[in-house]
């Protein structure tokens, strides 16, 4: 499933205990990603992810088990972090969203992947997602996604994956006191020191404006950054999302057909 990347990674397995073995160089690398962050999402990062940062209090020098975390998140929300080998499949990640079970991806990433790696892992599943689960749109949101994608046909659920992605995943929200006047909140851009900062402050990508059946009609890659970033005025709007018949936009969405990718593949970088 996840084999169309380039980087071949290994998943791991838990033990009957449910924990992961992590040698000592994937701690090291979890502490050297965790150090090169954290001063960044200080300083581009939304509020509400920083809030969410400190509530969760993640370790510093160490991979978290996903129980440990699950313990802060359980008592914050009912959500849990459940490990999975790598990305899993729409049906899957709806389901357990739907049960607020968030899935992890549960290797951590290389030396040369460093500052972007081409399929989640666990540093972008726990710090680039946890800290925004803890906020209440957020996890209403995505608790809302996961329980329409069960509750629809599979033809339904690409289109529906593209709201989270341009949401939870890789979304702008609008922030007055920044220059430009949106500030990064996606976890995607959380999780990677290089997509942070584009994200942020690059004049490659194009920030368009949330609407709803422009996102369900721009189709996306996963493993490249990304050429179009959409900017929600506000946490509310999540709910004016989730408020909205989007069975019917999604019938719409399919009638207009999905936007010209091909300037996503020349910009590829
Ligand atoms: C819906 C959307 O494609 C989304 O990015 C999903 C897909 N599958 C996933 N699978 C894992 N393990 N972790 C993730 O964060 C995701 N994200
Ligand atoms: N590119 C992200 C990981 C990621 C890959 C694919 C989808 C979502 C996130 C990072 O470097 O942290
Ligand atoms: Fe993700």
Not at 19 to 29: A, F, K, P, Q, V
Not at 59 to 84: A, D, M, T
Not at 99 to 127: G, L, M, T, W
Not at 144 to 168: K, P, Q
Request: glycine share 4%; with cysteine.
């Amino acid at each position: 499933m996840s084999r169309y990347t380039s980087n071949q990674y290994q998943a791991k397995q838990a033990n009957a205990y449910g924990l992961i073995h992590y040698t000592d160089n994937e701690h090291r690398m979890w502490s050297e990603l965790y150090q090169a962050q954290i001063s960044l999402v200080h300083r581009h990062m939304v509020n509400e992810y920083i809030e969410g940062l400190h509530h969760i209090d993640l370790p510093s020098h160490r991979i978290p088990q996903c129980s440990e975390v699950s313990e802060k998140l359980q008592k914050l929300n009912g959500w849990q972090v459940e490990p999975v080998p790598a990305l899993i499949a729409y049906d899957r990640f709806f389901n357990m969203l739907a049960n607020k079970r968030f899935p992890a991806a549960s290797f951590i990433r290389r030396q040369e992947d460093f500052a972007y790696v081409k399929e989640p892992d666990i540093f972008h599943e726990i710090f680039g997602h946890i800290p925004l689960l803890t906020h209440p749109q957020v996890a209403a949101f995505s608790q809302f996604i996961g329980e329409l994608g069960s509750n629809v046909t599979a033809d339904n659920h690409a289109w529906l994956a593209r709201l989270y992605w341009f949401t939870i995943e890789f979304g702008l929200i609008k922030n007055k006191n920044n220059i430009n006047g949106v500030v990064p909140m996606g976890s995607g851009l959380a999780s990677s020191p290089t997509e942070l900062i584009y994200a942020a402050s690059s004049e490659a990508p194009q920030r368009r404006p949330f609407d709803v059946m422009d996102v369900l009609t721009t189709p996306y890659r996963i493993d490249i950054k990304q050429p179009i970033y959409y900017v929600l005025e506000s946490f509310d709007q999540l709910a004016e999302i989730s408020a909205r018949n989007l069975v019917i936009d999604i019938l719409q969405a399919r009638k207009m057909g999905l936007q010209d990718p091909h300037h996503l593949l020349a910009k590829a970088c």
